[in-house]
């Protein structure tokens, strides 16, 4: 199943509209002068395919056509599919309006929205006969797996006026970023070398490759790191051996050398006393309990210094109040309590004469005791103190000892050494078996890479890669073979060459006794015209000899056009040498001859071609569909006195931005 259009369709802002109808399983001509809208038909083709953008060039179609439309039969029932133009500024709209069961007209009302992008491009892959797929793509790419859908049969359907003509270049689009990729990945699947099972099982194995090559890559830094390890531990155990915290020969395994460096983990960092020294032992024993002297002997001082200063503001205080109480030896004896002051005689409420003196003797009392206590504490603090300048002396001497015996004792300071030499391999030997402990030893990943290894070589010998190549390879030799005819009866260069199409460098290459011969190096924009006639018009009878999933027509844009210029008013079969009518000529009755050629019930297919030429013979006049001259054109000049309306009068949804 798929399709060819049988009509194309414009509507002016006032609802008016141009068709062009068009013949199925023929050869259609659409000629006329320079500038009146017939090599725009491509563009317009192609929006109404749902190409993302619109490549229709601003000037009069822009400005005056509101919606461009194509009638599409499958042979049993048409679909009409509509695109809404681009408002001003704008480089696409998404506005599509889609009727099934049309009549061989197209629908006579104002268009309204009813689909979008996404929907039409589904809905023109299911017509296509695309079925649900998916391209995988090959290892190390960073491009993402995409569907084949009707986006990616526009290369195998049209050729511009300045493609058909390419010296480098076979299909359309191809000169476009990641265009020569895409082709490549299509290809396959639109020859038939591979079918939609076919591609999710490669897609599979792609998968799987990929996830493997990523597991390898982590599998070779865990065994980059083991490796090191290996190093590190070797240099450490020698490093430790320097330094006496192993003996004995390097173990062969890893295990027990690790083994040996935890072990050596509980060595002591300090020497052995008896390598030290029994004077420098004993000096160093002498230092450690005068230090604990002075300290006990520091303490003490501040202790009993804190105690009389104490004692000193106790002291003072009992003095303040034996003072404020001496007046009471001034007073009479027994002058009870009441209100008359005994020392003045005015009335007064003061406590008893006895009850003062009593107080007196207490206060008198404290401060002789605390006077007794003062001494006793100074001539402790003084010995304290005594204490602690002897301590300091002795502490002085023995680091004068320990010096000396520092200087005079190479043994000792060979022994310092070491201590400190142990003391830093160890800690490289605690963080070695940190880093150690923390890695992975990779079992889960190689176990995951061994899962993965059994389900590729399983895809593999399902998928027989060699034999979808094979197959390929067959195909294209199958349509070489009509290559290589088309291009004899053209007369082309080296076409007593087999011909074929390389899918790698997608051009035509002619395979001459000297090696192959790539197209571009067979030089003559008449023989770059006639190789791409040759290999579309091959392409597209086996497209349709074998019911491939793409659109059934071709649109060729001014193939005479290294015969004829195009700037003159009328080119017929009186125009240009006679070697230039022969060339356009046979050019022609090629075409009409593919198309014939095909079979109208099992493997039709449809040509369009805009040209500038108009040959007089019946044949080609039969076929001309549409003549844009004499002020005829595509669109109308009048349609351009048509106000548009603004976005926002439109009926239906304001076209999608870009």
């Known amino acids: 199943m798929s399709f060819q259009i049988r009509q194309i369709a414009l509507y ?99 268009l309204r ?45 049209f050729q511009r006026q300045d493609e058909i003509d390419g010296r480098r270049q076979l299909f359309h689009n191809q000169s476009e970023e990641f265009a020569p990729q895409t082709i490549r990945d299509v290809l396959p699947y639109f020859l038939g070398a591979v079918d939609p099972q076919h591609l999710g099982r490669r897609r599979a194995l792609d998968q799987a490759r990929s996830e493997l090559r990523n597991l390898n890559r982590a599998l070779a830094r865990v065994d980059a790191a083991a490796l090191e390890a290996d ?71 501040q202790s009993f210094r804190r105690t009389a200063g104490e004692h000193s503001e106790y002291g003072l205080q009992l003095e303040l109040q034996a003072d404020r109480l001496a007046f009471v030896e001034l007073m009479p004896a027994n002058v009870s309590e009441g209100s008359v002051c005994p020392v003045c005689g005015q009335d007064s409420d003061v ?39 002897d301590l300091q002396a002795q502490l002085a001497a023995n680091r004068a000892q320990l010096r000396g015996i520092e200087a005079a004792n190479d043994e000792l300071t060979r022994v310092q050494d070491e201590s400190a030499a142990r003391a830093l391999i160890l800690g490289r030997i605690s ?41 390929q390879t067959s195909i294209l030799g199958y349509v070489g073979q009509a290559l290589t005819d088309m291009a004899r009866t053209l007369g082309l260069e080296h076409a007593d060459s087999p011909l074929r199409l390389d899918p790698q460098h997608l051009i035509v290459v002619a395979d001459t006794a000297d090696g192959p011969l790539p197209m571009d190096h067979m030089g003559s924009g008449r023989n770059w015209v006639g190789y791409h006639l040759a290999a579309h018009l091959s ?35 009186d125009s240009g040498t006679d070697e230039d009518r022969t060339l356009v000529t046979s050019m022609f009755r090629l075409i009409f001859d593919a198309v014939e050629e095909s079979d109208a019930d099992k493997s039709p297919f449809q040509v369009l071609v805009t040209e500038h030429a108009d040959l007089a013979a019946d044949w080609y006049q039969n076929a001309v569909v549409a003549r844009f001259r004499r002020g005829v054109k595509l669109v109308p000049d009048s349609w351009a006195e048509q106000p548009r309306p603004e976005p926002d009068e439109q009926e239906g949804p304001a076209a999608t931005e870009d």
């Open 539 to 573: 392409l597209h009878q086996f497209f349709a000899e074998r019911g491939r999933p793409i659109p059934r027509f071709l649109l060729l844009d001014q193939p005479s056009q290294v015969a004829f210029p195009a700037d003159e008013e009328l080119v017929t079969d």
């Open 113 to 157: 929205p009813t689909t979008n992008l996404e929907g039409t491009q589904a809905l023109l892959t299911r017509l296509a006969g695309i079925e649900e797929n998916e391209i995988p793509l090959s290892g190390g790419t960073v491009r993402q797996p995409y569907d084949i859908t009707i986006r990616h049969t526009p290369f195998f359907l």
């Open 351 to 389: 406590p008893a004469s006895d009850e003062l003196r009593a107080t007196l003797e207490t206060l008198r009392r404290q401060l002789d005791g605390v006077s007794r206590d003062r001494p006793r504490v100074e001539g402790v603090i003084e010995r304290l103190e005594a204490r602690a300048r």
């Open 231 to 301: 190093m590190d531990a070797t240099t450490l155990f020698a490093q430790a051996q320097q330094v006496g915290l192993v003996v004995g020969d390097a173990p062969e395994t890893r295990a027990e050398l690790i083994t040996i460096l935890r072990q050596a983990l509980s060595t002591p960092v300090e020497p052995d006393a008896d390598r030290v020294g029994a004077t420098y032992s004993a000096a160093l024993e002498s230092r450690r309990e005068l230090r604990l002297a002075l300290q006990r002997t520091e303490e003490e001082l």
């Open 12 to 110: 002016s802002w006032a609802g008016e509209i141009r068709t062009i109808d068009l013949q199925l399983n023929s050869v259609n001509i659409i000629t006329g002068a320079s500038q009146t809208g017939k090599t725009a038909l491509i563009d317009i083709i192609d929006y109404c395919l749902g190409s993302d953008t619109c490549e229709i060039a601003e000037g009069i179609i822009r400005k005056s056509v509101a919606w461009f439309g194509l009638l599409l039969t499958d042979g049993d029932a048409n679909l009409f599919v509509a695109r809404r133009t681009p408002d001003p500024g704008v480089k696409t709209s998404t506005a599509f309006y889609i009727e099934a069961g049309v009549d061989a007209a197209p629908p006579a009302t104002s």
């Open 431 to 471: 963080y070695f078996i940190y880093r150690f402990d923390q890695a992975d030893t990779g079992g889960d990943l190689r176990r995951r890479a061994e899962t993965l290894q059994r389900q590729i070589e399983t895809l593999e010998a399902r998928l027989d890669l060699e034999g979808v190549r094979e197959r």
